[in-house]
C-alpha cells in the first residue's frame, strides 16, 4: 500500500506532463493546467497519506524495476521512503501544488501557458524522484533532471536574448558542479566493489542502504578516497545549490517567470544540494574536512549573498541574493555536523531551515510576482514606490514573508535561524572551534544585513510616496483571488510553521528516527542566542528604516560614501563575473576562436580538398568531351586495347 | 601447307582495323558510316572462317544476320544524315559537336531540392536564434514560396 | 600490384610475336601515316608511303608459302588491304566509297574460299550492290564539288593509327598463339541439330538453307522483323522532320 501510493508521488505529474506535452501540440491552450494541477494535487495527496502512514523511522523501499545490468554493476529504479525524505516530500508537493495554482493566474495571457504547465510537471516528477531516490545513480540521474527542466524554465521567453543567455549560464555553470558529482559516484561505486567484491548478483552497491551499510569498512580501507568522494559530492551540492563561488547561476536565473523562481529557484530545487549532504551524512560523517569546507563555503556565501543582495535594485534580485544567503545558512548547518553527537541537531536544524525558507521565500517571489503583474513588469525600487494603497494585500503578504526572513520573531525564519545559530554555538566547543567561531560572527552579521536588506526591499516597495511607473498603465490592480489565496496559504505556513514546528520539535524527532543521525539527549535551547537573535533582527529593521525612511534630516542630507560604494559593488555583483570572465571565460573562448580556425582552415578545408577532386577531375574530364564522335570513339579503343590486352596476356 | 584458319582470322582483323582507323580519323559523315560498315565486314570474314574451321553453318547463318543489321544500319544512317543535312548543308562532323553538353547547357531536368538547398541554405540546419521568436518568421511558407519561384524561373528558362 | 611486380612480362608485350610480323605492323603504320600526309600535301611523300606500305606486304608475304589456294588468298586480301588503304587514303569521298567497294568484292572472293558462295552472292548484291549505290547516291547528293576541309584533313590520324596498330599487335599475337583454336575439322559438340556439313560437296546451298529455315528460323525471322523496323524508322525520320520544315 505505502510502495503503491510512493509510486504515486512521482508518477501522477509524469502523466500531468505527457498530457499537458500532448496537449500544448494540439493547440487547446486552456486544458493542460487542470490535468498538471490535478496531478500535483494527486502527488501532494498522495505524500500526505504516506506521511500519516509512516510510524516507525525504518526506510520503505518501493521496487520498479531492474534498470542496468551489467557485471556486477546492477543499478534499480526503486523509490526509497525515510524520515529525511518525508520531511522534504511535503515541501515539494505541496509547494509546487500551491505555486502551480498561482500560476494560472500569472501565466494566463502566456502564449506558451500549456507549455510552461508540462515543464512545471515535467519539474515536479524529476523532483520527487530525486527526493525518493533509491540509489545514488538514480538520484543523480533526477538531478540532472531537475537542471534540465530549470533550464527550460529559465529559458521559457526564449526570445529574449537575457533569458536564453540566463539559461544557458545555469546550465553550464551546473554542468561544472555535475561533473565532479559524476566523478564522486564513479569513485564511490569504485569503492564499493572493492570492499564487497563478491556480492550477489542482484543487489545494486549504489543503493543508499548498501552504501550506509558499507560505510565503516569504507572508512577503515580508504579513508582518503572517502574524503575525495565526500569533496566530490560537496562539488555537485554547491553547484546545484548556488553556493560560492558557483553561485553567479541563481540571480540570472530571474529570467524565469516568477512562479518558477519561487518553486525552483528558492524553494526546491536549489536546496537539492543540501538534500544530498544530509542524504549522504551518514558517510560525510567521516570526512570532517568536508564539513568544515562546506560550512565555511555556506558562510561565505550567506556573507557574500547578503552583501549583495543590499546593493541591488531590482526587487527579484534582492531575494535571489537573499535566496544564495539562506542556502549559506543551511550549508552552516550542514557543515556543523563535524562531531558525532552534533549530527542529528545539524541535520535537523538545517531541513528545519529549509522548510520554513520555502515557505516564506516563495511567499515574498509570489508577492513580488503581484508586484510586477500590476507594475506592468518594473520591479525596479527606484521607480516603485508606496504600493500599500494599490495592492493592500500583496502588501500584507509581502510583510508576512519579509519578517519570516528577517528573524523577527515569533516568525518561521526566526525560529530555524535560531536553530542554525545554536548548532554553530555548538560546533564551536569541538576541535576546528576557531573556525566555526568565525562562522559564527559570520553568521551573525548576515542575520543583520539579512533583516536590513529585507525590510529595505518592503520599505522600498510598498511604503513612502506612491511612485508607479508608466508601464504600469492606468489602473494597476491587486492580483486574482486564486493567486492571493495560494500566496496566503504560504504566508501563513510562514507565520506559523516555525513556531509549531520548534516547539513540538517535529522535525527533530522525524530527522532522529533516522539510525545514524539518532539525536544523543535533548536539543539545548539556548536563550542567550534567542535573545541576540532577535536582538539582530530588530537592530537591522531599524537600520533598514532610517535608511529609507523619508526623515527630513536624511532626505537632505547626501547618501553616504559608503552605501554609494555598497551600491556600486552589488551592481557589479563583486565583480565575480567579471573574475570568471577574466580566469576562464576568456581563456575557453580564445581557445574555441582558435579551434574554430583550426576547423576552418584545416578540417574545412581537408574536406573541401577532397571535395574539390572530383570537381578537378570532372574539369579535365570535361575537356575532353568535344562532342566529336571520332574523339570519343579514340577512347573507346584505348580502352579497347587495354581490355583486350589485360585479357590475352 | 594448307590454308590455315588463323590466316583468315588476321585478313578480317586487318579489315576491321581499317574500318576502326576510318571511323576515328575520316571526318565525312557518310564515311564513318561506310567505316562501320567495313568492321562489320571484318567480323563476317572471321564468322565466315569459324563456320569453316567448325565444318557446320553457324558462322554463316551469323555472318547473314550481320549483313541484314548493316543493311538497317545503312538504312536509318542514311536517313539520319539526310535529316542533318537539312538542317544544316554540311557533312562535317565536326558541325555538329554543340550537340553535346557544355556549359550553358545544363540538362533541363534539374534537382529542384539540391538547388534550393544551394539557393537558401539548408532548412534543417537553421536553428532559430537565441532570444528570436521563431514564429515570427515562418520558415516553411517562405520556403515554399522560394520553391515556387524557382520552379517557375526554370519553367521559363527551359522554354526559351 | 602482386602481379606486376612478380611478372615483368607485361613490360614487353610482343615478345612472343615473330619480328617479321612487328616490323610488318611497323613498317605499314609508318607507311599509313606518311601516305595519308602525302595524298594532301605531295606526291614524293606518297610514293613514300606506298613504298614502306608496299614493303610491309612483302615482308608479311614471304611468310607465306606460295600453293595454289594461298595464292588466291593471299591475292584476294591484298586486294581487300588496298581497298582499305584506299578507303582511308582517298580525300575525294567517291573514291574512298569505290576503295570500300574494292575490299568487299574482295571479300567476297575470301568467302568462295572458306565455302560459303552463298554468302558471296549475297554480300555482293546487298553490300556492293544495295548499299554501295545508295552511299553513293547519298554522296552526290550532299557533296559539293569542291573538296571541303573536312573531306582534306583527318581528325587526329597519328594517334589513331598508333593506337590501332598496337590493337592489331594484340589481336596478331592472341591469334598466332598456338592452341587457340581447337584442331580443325573436329567433332564440334556445339553442332546444331540439323547436323549439316560443309564437307558435303554438292549439298552446299542446301545444307546452308536448312541450317537457316530450321536450326535458326527464329533468328532468321527476327533479322526480317530488324530489317522492317528499319525501313519504317527510315520512312518516319525522313517524313517528320519534312513536316516540320513545312
Known sequence: MISLLLWVVPLAPLVGMLVASLLSLTGARRAGHYVVIGAIGLSTAATLLVLANCDSGAAQTAWGYRWLHAGSFNVNISLRSDPLTLTLLPIVTGVSFLVACYSVGYMTHDRGFTRYFAIFAGFVFCMTMLVLAGNLLMLYAFWEGVGLCSYLLIGFWYQRPSAAAAATKAFLVNRIADAGFLAGILLLWRLMTEVRPDVHDEVSLLDFGQIFAAIGDLTTSHPSSVTLVGFLLLLGAIGKSAQFPLHVWLPDAMEGPTPVSALIHAATMVTAGVYLLARMMPLLVHTPAVLVTAASLGAATALIGAILALGQTDLKRILAYSTISQLGYMFMAIGSAAESHLVGPAVAAAMFHLVTHAFFKATLFLSAGNVMHAMGDVIDLRRIAGLRQVLPVTHGLFLVGALALAGIPPLAGFWSKDAILAVIDDATHGPAGTIYRIIFVIAAISAFLTAVYTMRAYFGTFLGKKSIPEEAGHHPHEAHPTMLIAIAVLAGASLLAGGILASTGAIDRMIGQIPSLAMEGSHHESSTIMILSSAISLIGLFVAWISMAPFPFLASSKPSRLWTRLQEIGQRRLYIDEIYAVLFVRPAETLSHLLAWMDSVFIDGMVGMIARVPTALGVLARQRQTGLIPSYSLMMVAGLVVILYWSTR | MTLLTEHILVAGAVLFAAGMLGFLTRRSLILLFLSLELMLAGVSVNLVAFSRHHDNYQGQVFAILVLSVAACEAALALALIVALYRQRPTLDVKSWQSLREFPGSEPTQVDLDAVEMMEMGDPSLKLTPAGKDPLVEPMPERLFTGIHDLRSKKGASIHD | ?246
Open chain 3, 1 to 246: 600490384m602482386v602481379i606486376l611486380a612478380n611478372q615483368t612480362d607485361w613490360l614487353y608485350p610482343f615478345a612472343d610475336l615473330p619480328g617479321w610480323s612487328l616490323l610488318s605492323l611497323a613498317c605499314g603504320a609508318i607507311g599509313l601515316v606518311v601516305l595519308q600526309e602525302g595524298m594532301r600535301s605531295s606526291h614524293f611523300l606518297s610514293t613514300v608511303g606506298w613504298l614502306l606500305i608496299g614493303f610491309a606486304g612483302a615482308v608479311a608475304g614471304t611468310h607465306v608459302r606460295p600453293e595454289p589456294d594461298q595464292l588466291l588468298f593471299l591475292a584476294f586480301s591484298l586486294t581487300a588491304s588496298l581497298g582499305g588503304i584506299f578507303f582511308l587514303t582517298f580525300r575525294q569521298p567517291v573514291h574512298a566509297a569505290l576503295g570500300f567497294a574494292q575490299t568487299v568484292l574482295s571479300m567476297c572472293g575470301l568467302f568462295f574460299l572458306q565455302s560459303a558462295p552463298f554468302l558471296a552472292a549475297a554480300t555482293m548484291m546487298v553490300y556492293a550492290g544495295a548499299t554501295i549505290i545508295i552511299f553513293l547516291f547519298v554522296l552526290m547528293f550532299a557533296q559539293r564539288s569542291v573538296l571541303e576541309d573536312h573531306d582534306l584533313k583527318l581528325h587526329a590520324p597519328r594517334s589513331a593509327i598508333f593506337l590501332i596498330t598496337i590493337w592489331l599487335a594484340i589481336v596478331v599475337r592472341g591469334i598466332a598463339q598456338p592452341n587457340v583454336l581447337p584442331p580443325a575439322s573436329q567433332p564440334d559438340l556445339r553442332r546444331p541439330s540439323s547436323n549439316e556439313t560443309l564437307s558435303v560437296e554438292p549439298s552446299r546451298m542446301v545444307g546452308f538453307g536448312k541450317a537457316m529455315f530450321t536450326d535458326y528460323l527464329w533468328t532468321v525471322e527476327l533479322a526480317g522483323s530488324l530489317l522492317l523496323v528499319a525501313t519504317i524508322g527510315a520512312v518516319a525520320i525522313s517524313q517528320k522532320l519534312a513536316r516540320e520544315e513545312a
